[in-house]
């Protein structure tokens, strides 16, 4: 029958998705289930479990099992146990969680910020002393239910509660006989009940841990209860309890690429083996086998370095158990027919699950989780045998600490300019040490790099970048999870096999990025084996939903096998997979990661001024009246001012006040009423600002942007375009305007410039390189560095060059006379609009008068014009796909490196960049993946040589000789014969592989 799963795993591997449910069928005698609701691929466990995933025949008169293999065929996903979990943990949760507010809203009246905290913790080690008590109750580990009686019987004394209940959590601490519930008491210890201290509680509080007390708590979902159990206890969390939480399904889609995939590979080959030698009469050496991996299984480790509540820990513990209820049930078909291990025997157990929190009742509840999960799963296979005392082994495992950062202490720093400022400066930064393990996973924290110092503080963005050698200081935290990981996964002595982290998916954006492909260059090199780029992720009610990506990475030079997913329906269930080698940008083969920035293009993109403080801006009245204290000799320093929004809908008017170039005392003398309005506006808020420049020098703009102004200097006007917009256009400023830091600047007044930016060839080129955020369904963020600094521009002739020019001043004066004559019309709805025409969707009246008002036939008939142009500029059809633009610009791209190397350099505008670009000769760029691939070494270990054969048929998808998998590896010739054709035969006796005509045979997952 094993042999009979391995072949429908292999048939599954040819459908267009994965189904829900494997069944073998061994004629006249039984059916077995088995199940992957997650739709994976990877993870079939018995359903429902081991104990009863065989039905025999005279299990069919049941009722209950026709109904279930009925369902199976008809109905399979309703047969998913997690749909039941999430309801009824949401309902305990949501229960508890009013209980902790109503507590915390009780005692904490009247407090101090720490004498809150401090009420604060003491509720949440009460209430997780409850929860585990309720759970405990439930499954028998208080025997007759008594919590449950202890919390009834003190209906309409409620405030006495906290007595009986201190009686009993002493006694589950120590052991021994309970007076409050009049019985012994197990021994749980484990130090969730070593500090004993209940709280008085009142009616509605007790009516509420009676409610939960009655539930059952066998079908409560750890991982769930955890995170909601979080919200409650976080009095920052705004979110609608329970009503939100991150599916299993999202969990196991990592933690299955990380840490199950290579465990799989390795236990298929051991079973291969196993199988083998039971069918030749071996028993003793087989069950050996089993044996061993088994140990190896339980000495794995697994370290999650920001683990919250333990839910990623939680999931990988429930699938390395599966994994081990695979090894029991063969070696229940061998003959081994002792059941489950005993519990306080070698078992796969808390104790090897590490992780790292900073919040320290996120650290309890994740040591909750971990051992309420283990139990549930002790008494899910063994039934009723109860595990040995002290139930709870406090393993500390669970630590509470920063995962990036350790110091000696903290000092404030009074600032010599500003007595009454203070910072924190850390001393003697360091890394916190990580604990040695197989396999990282987790969902750091979520901060983008331009908000670390607002979020976390100067004294602590300082520390984290002195222990990181100043390295990616704009990249978001959750790279610097990445990067140390890579770290560990690179050193010569590593104990690690994987890592995995979600992270936003702006991980593929600039300064991210740079963190990976850092990684991917260095030697020994790493390769990413697993990545999503583009993934939904829910955060709460109330809350933006947000993207995120998955990656996961390995040891080893690329090797074409990186599995790539992209998400093809809403709610992230089906998938297209596709292998090759994936890039820094989470992208299979991609030669975008190997662009270089042109010369050609340098300085002449800028992003805007950044005002810090609202009081620079002025509506043009106010900025007329201040303006009229001023010496009338003295040059105005207001000037017009537009951001995203105004260059998107309609314009606010509104004016700044710029005194770039002034000094203070010259800015107050000549113009001392917007002076005095700066002064009571800006400067406040300016003074409490970190940055010394920011303080010092109030009555500036915060980013005045220099090297943009010098750009801007001698131009009538400049192109821009909005940095995160739905719709890509670009379009001419008045240079008399100033520009917001939401805006990109092209410091050039040339229409052929316009023309060629607007082009299909331009937003292709965006396309491949932009940042995606949440908010917008496909690529959204210009990141000019990406996007125009290395975008070749076409060698157009004089002529050409010219047309395209004319059409795009066209293109531009017909947008503006339509926005310019309406005052309903935008340029988002004007590109709605176009974006609708040849979808073929019925067109409202509504949609129908912008059409017409908007001209949107014409805008859309100009655009059509300039990319047929742009395509003839540089010498191509127009009718090629978006991916074959990008392939011809990446050629041109680097043969324009090339060129420029050599000083052939083709400036935009010559007459101001000559001077400012170095023109000598440049050091080639390397690749950023490493290309060389060395054979390995024939492995010794039967194990390890199976699953490397296996890796090699399955990567090749064909038919392969023994010789031609002999040239995969370095040794001897002849040796290497004997062991690759015995191992093919062994595997061959598990189902793993097959002998056709031409060779040996492995099936494997075909791109969708």
Known sequence: MRVAKRQAENYAKALAEWPPFLIAVDVGRSIELWSDFARQGKIYAPFPDRAGYRITLDQLRSPEIRERLRRVWTDPMSLDPAARSAAVTTEIATSLAWLVKSINGRRQAGLGPVDRAAQASKTARFVMQCIFAMFADSV???????????????????????????????????GGYCVATRQPIRRFNGGLYSTVETLPIEEG????????AKCDWTDVEPAIFGTLLEQALDPAERAELGAHYTPRAYVERLIEPTIMEPLRADWEAVEGEAVADFMQGDVVKARRRLHAFHDRLCKTRVLDPACGTGNFLYVATRMMKELEEEIFSALGEMGEHQGVLAFDGRVVSPEQFYGIEKNANAAWIAEMVMWIGHLQWHFRISGAPMPSEPILKNFRTIRQADALLEFSRVEVVHRRDQAERQTI?????RPTPWPEVDFIVGNPPFIGG???????????????????DGRFLSADLVMAWWDRAAEILARPDTRLRRFGFITTNSITQTFSRRVIAHHLAKRPPIRIVFAIADHPWARGAGCADVRIAMSVAERGEPDGQGRWLRVKDADAKTFEERHGDIGPDLMLDSRLTRIRQLKANAVLAYRGVQLMGAGFQVAPEEAKRLLSGSDPQAPSPVRDYRNGRDLADRSRGLQVIDFFGWDEGEARRRHPLLFQHLLETVKPDRDRNNRAAYRDNWWIFGEPRRDLRDALEGLS??????????????????????PDNKLVVIASDDPFVLGVLSSRQHRAWFAANAGRIGEYEREAVYVKGACFDTFPFPDAGAALAAEIGVLAEELDAVRAGVLRDSDALTMTGLYNARA?????????DAERAIYDHGRVGIIDHLHQRLDQLVAKAYGWPDDLADSQIVERLIQLNQARAEQEEQGDIRFLRPAYQAGKVRQGVARPAQPLLPTSKEKALLPEQPGVLASSLLSILRRQGVPMSPTELIDEFEGSRPRAKRLITHTLKVLAVAGSVQMTDTGWFAPRRMPS
Do not use: N
């Open 140 to 174: 028998g580990l208080i025997e007759r239910r008594s919590f449950l009686g202890l919390l009834e019987s003190y209906r309409g004394e409620a405030e006495r509660f906290h007595q009986g209940a201190r009686s009993l959590f002493t006694a589950m601490d120590q």
């Open 205 to 212: 509080e007790l009516a509420a841990l009676i409610a939960a």
């Open 425 to 429: 400066r850390y001393v003697d930064p």
């Open 450 to 468: 331009k908000g670390l110092r607002r979020e976390l503080g100067d004294g602590y963005v300082d520390a984290l970048a002195a222990i990181r």
């Open 717 to 738: 006007r400049f192109i821009v375009t909005i940095e995160t917009a739905k719709h890509r256009w670009f379009r001419f400023m008045d240079a008399a305007t100033l």
């Open 836 to 844: 609708r025409i040849g979808l073929g969707d019925h067109v409202s």
